[in-house]
């Protein structure tokens, strides 16, 4: 080991109950996954809209594969950049309302590149308490000066606002909270922004392709055109069930990423194929609004399920529904007893979540039926007993 003081971190994580591991699966379905024999129904992951393992999205990959091989091979700038990536990126900016998208390796990358990219030690970043670690990251690294205000509260954030004397202004937030499933008051936001010459960000990577009645995030959802949201980032591996991000917005901007944005300029292209599953799954998410209705009646049947068996979870109207535990050891205990009854429900500890808020992040998908949701929720009420015996 390169430090000792690397293993007394470890040794901390364990006692506390912090402690990160993986498991192995040997197969995976639409809505389960084996390891060891023992087949679990998932209620943790993001695949909002049951798009990974649909017919069309495998067949469209495939067929990419065949044609252009595994991978891209190289960056965007040099070689790696394919006529499906132009596509998709056409096609991204047509759906989302927007003049040009930006094809990013990852959500995480994204971020990073954009902040990075637009922001320096000149200017400020206005930020939600409970964003995602990637946009936290990001600030770091464009070495912006960096506020934090109160989760979802536009009051704080234009009291904040009011102190700066900054450059530019950057307010950047989630559009949907991936660890408390609810939504950024948006309008508000974009309001307190506008009266501060403040421009707006947001993260949808679990808004995309689930809200609005197209299936075009937050964004469509508060009606958001590019001149109030100028910066809009999706990501492809949650709701289309593929690989990848976008970032979408302005002509100016995007020529200013390419440009500009290192984790663009010297990352490796997504592979050819995964961009052809992703525009087979935009099709999908366009013709089949079925999907974002049935996910609907599964939230309602989840919070009737809750309430019926006196469960409380956090708020939410999304396919994320955190049940608050507090006690890291107390959720890593109900995670397993629900394993024991045949689901998988991964316990999320510090620091991923602020500290003594741990909980259970039941997420919901499109793959999953009533009778599936009712189960569940049966087998947490009985763990959860369990759990506190």
Excluded at 235 to 242: P, R, V
Excluded at 274 to 296: D, F, M, T
Aim: glycine share 8%; charged share 20%; aromatic share 6%.
């Amino acid at each position: 080991m390169p430090w000792p003081e690397l293993g007394q971190q470890l040794d901390r994580r364990a006692q506390q109950q912090l402690l990160r591991e993986r498991d192995n699966w040997q197969s995976k379905t639409a809505t389960t996954v084996t390891a060891d024999g023992q087949e679990l129904t998932v209620f943790c992951g993001n695949d909002y809209l049951g798009l990974a393992q649909h017919p069309e999205v495998i067949q469209a990959t495939r067929d990419a594969c065949a044609l252009w091989g595994v991978g891209s091979t190289a960056s965007h700038l040099v070689n790696g950049h394919s006529e499906q990536h132009d596509r998709l990126e056409r096609e991204l900016a047509e759906f989302t309302g927007r003049d040009r998208a930006l094809l990013f390796s990852t959500g995480y990358m994204a971020n990073l590149g954009v902040i990075s990219a637009l922001c320096n030690s000149e200017d400020a970043l206005f930020q939600d308490r409970l964003n995602h670690a990637s946009l936290l990251d990001a600030a770091k690294l464009s070495g912006a000066r960096s506020r934090r205000y109160q989760h979802c509260n536009a009051d704080h954030l234009n009291k904040l606002l009011v102190k700066s004397n900054a450059r530019r202004k950057l307010v950047v937030t989630d559009g949907v909270f991936s660890m408390d499933g609810d939504l950024a008051p948006l309008p508000d936001l974009l309001n307190v922004a506008e009266n501060h010459g403040a421009v707006l960000m947001v993260d949808d990577a679990h808004g995309f392709g689930v809200l609005g009645t197209a299936g075009a995030g937050t964004a469509e959802k508060f009606g958001l055109d590019q001149q109030q949201l100028p910066i809009l980032m999706g990501t492809l591996g949650k709701s289309f069930g593929t690989f990848g991000a976008f970032v979408a917005g302005s002509e100016e901007l995007i020529n200013a990423l390419i440009q500009f944005a290192r984790p663009y300029v010297y990352t490796t292209a997504l592979p050819p194929a995964v961009v052809a599953g992703s525009r087979a799954a935009l099709r999908i998410v366009q013709r089949e609004p079925h999907r974002r209705a049935h996910l609907c009646r599964l939230i309602d049947e989840f919070r009737h399920q809750c309430r019926e068996h006196s469960i409380e979870t956090l708020p939410s109207d999304t396919a994320i529904h955190p049940v608050l535990l507090g006690d890291s050891a107390l959720a890593l205990k109900v995670s397993e007893e629900l394993r024991c009854r045949g689901f998988l429900v991964k316990a999320i500890r510090p620091p991923t979540v602020p500290s003594g808020s741990a909980r259970l992040r039941i997420t919901l998908s499109a793959a999953l039926n009533v009778q599936d949701v009712q189960r569940f929720v049966a087998a947490l009420s009985e763990s959860m007993t369990a759990s506190y015996r």
